[in-house]
């Protein structure tokens, strides 16, 4: 697909396959959509499938209306390009995830909202310092829950990388659920 292009799928549908890895983004007049379509459940995606997000310079991205279970190895959504902007994920229900259920690092301005995680192994909603530019900044976590199984995972985090690079500034938390964590919620 191409920039500004989207991507939907039909409610009540259930898909199976490989990683998506997305390479182009939109503008802000059309940003690209993946969501659904119809009346009726989320299109669930099953079985090993994630939406990562390595490519660098892109932006207005949304990512709505959606329920990935069963993602297996690696964080179930996942965005660390360098120098994005503009990353909408919305109404996205995460279940079952071996690592994260939603990943952002090195993006400037986002927004995650109304989203669900539920049984991950790491962390529901992980924030992550950086040495890629711009670190993570601008963002907004709202109206969310996390839900744990307990032990060491963390419901929501915003902490630095494994080599000590923080987050940028501005990161706002409202009206969120952690339960189930052993820690971070």
Known sequence: FKTGDDILFKRGG??????????HGGT?????????????????FNSGVHIICTAQN?????????????????????????NLSNIIISRVDVFNSSQNAIFLAAIDTYL???????????????????????PITNGII???VADG???????????????????????LLINNTGSGCGEQA
């Open 112 to 134: 995650i909202e109304d989203c669900y995680a539920k049984d991950f192994d790491n962390s529901g909603i992980v924030i992550y310092g950086s040495s890629k530019n711009p």
């Open 58 to 82: 892109i932006g207005y991205i949304t990512i709505q209306n959606i329920k990935l279970t069963n993602t297996g190895t690696g964080s179930a959504v996942f965005f660390n390009g360098g």
């Open 149 to 171: 199984q307990g032990a060491n995972q963390d419901c929501f985090t915003i902490h630095k990388d494994s080599a000590g690079n923080d987050v940028g500034p501005n990161h």
């Open 14 to 23: 259930t898909f199976t396959g490989t990683n998506w890895y997305l390479k």
């Open 142 to 144: 709202r109206n969310s």
């Open 28 to 44: 802000k007049s059309d940003p690209a959509i993946i969501g659904a379509y119809g009346s009726g459940a989320k299109p669930v």
